[in-house]
């Protein structure tokens, strides 16, 4: 059976002269739970493994799941500190693939994409895991963007504004009814914006589901999904980090709920364990964390619209719901009226 989205005979051609030592037939299957960019694991007949990058089937959002640009980030962070899969090859050739593909080596390793996944390790490899996260995250915002030629992958103007305008028109296109309080949520935010001290390379989705780790070792062995990463707030990825991460007595709305399982680190430990790494103030990242909860409802809505509208984009969990996104709405206005945001 052809994988979605792949011609299969014209990608095996091309894997076969890249010099990787890939034996055909090539096998392809899509892996992952990304409802974005398309991820497919790559088989050859000697049990060599590989995996491909597509964009999304149908039709994007200008400049969403750009796979070209995230070929420059993962090249750019080859010998780094920074744990990345290495980059193989690109294609753009229309005689092969009707989307950019980019092929990189597979990293043998555990991603903990649920709950199932979770329960099978010990509760003192998901405390070391919990921990890895924060400490591979300050290898992000320690980045030289000079010296890894990325101090023009975006602009450097103070990001909340940068994202939260980005985000409101997402919301404008994407959206597939009103909700007032992601309307709402924008203005408090804009209202409440802290002062930005300094520019570093974000990820802008780093999470658990993002990462390959050894349990063993309690070690991030890759960062992966590096479509939304840009120049800006480093405390805008820990508090994305804060917003995927359901504690045991939150009303967790959606898939992200490993973390509630005995064993893996608080919210406030995650920080602490970052200011430990980095030495950074962290005093505005409860901001953060809301703006990163609002963020995710709109991306959670632009899902939903693409699998509305190309039910082929659906995972295999399925997808987004109106009850999920509206869980995560509320979580956002909770945590800022916590924080006394208004």
């Known amino acids: 059976m052809n994988a979605v989205g792949l011609n299969e005979e014209a990608v095996s051609g091309w894997i076969a002269e890249l010099g990787v030592g890939a034996t055909t037939p090539l096998t392809f299957e899509r892996i992952g739970n990304g409802q974005s960019n398309l991820t497919y694991s790559v088989t050859d007949a000697g049990g060599g493994r590989w995996v491909l990058r597509r964009p999304p089937l149908g039709t994007l959002l200008a400049s969403a799941h750009d796979v070209v640009r995230e070929h420059r980030i ?7 500190p920074v744990p990345v899969p290495k980059i193989i090859g690109i294609t753009e050739d229309p005689a092969i693939t009707d989307a950019p593909l980019v092929l990189m080596s597979y990293v043998d390793g555990l991603v903990i994409d649920g709950v199932s996944v979770a329960q099978k390790l010990t509760v003192e490899e998901r405390r070391k895991v919990g921990l890895a996260l924060p400490k591979a995250l300050a290898t992000i915002h320690a980045v030289d963007l000079e010296e890894t030629a990325l101090q023009d992958l975006a602009s450097t103007k103070p990001f909340a504004q940068r994202q939260l305008k980005r985000w409101s028109a997402q919301w404008d296109k994407s959206k597939t009814r009103d909700i007032p309080d992601v309307e ?13 001290t300094e520019v570093t390379l974000v990820h802008g989705d780093f999470h658990l589901n993002n990462v390959i780790v050894d349990p063993a070792e309690g070690r991030v062995l890759a960062v992966v999904d590096w479509e939304l990463c840009t120049l800006g707030d480093p405390l805008a990825d820990l508090g994305a980090l804060l ?15 490993a973390s509630t399982l005995e064993g893996f680190p608080n919210r406030d430990e995650l920080v602490e364990a970052y200011v430990a790494a980095t030495g950074r103030d962290v005093s505005a990242v409860g ?13 959670a809505e632009g899902v939903l619209r693409r699998i509305l509208d190309d039910p082929r984009n659906k995972a295999e969990h399925g997808g987004p719901t109106v009850t999920l996104i509206d869980g995560i709405v509320a979580r956002a206005v909770a945590t800022a009226e916590k924080l006394g945001l208004n």
């Open 74 to 80: 993962l090249s750019s962070l080859q010998g780094t």
């Open 184 to 196: 709402r949520l924008a203005e408090i935010l804009n209202r409440n914006i802290p002062e930005q």
């Open 287 to 299: 901001y953060w964390h809301v703006l990163a909860l609002w963020k995710l409802s709109i991306i």
């Open 243 to 257: 917003a995927y991460w359901p504690e045991a007595g939150d009303k967790v709305a959606g898939p992200f709920m």
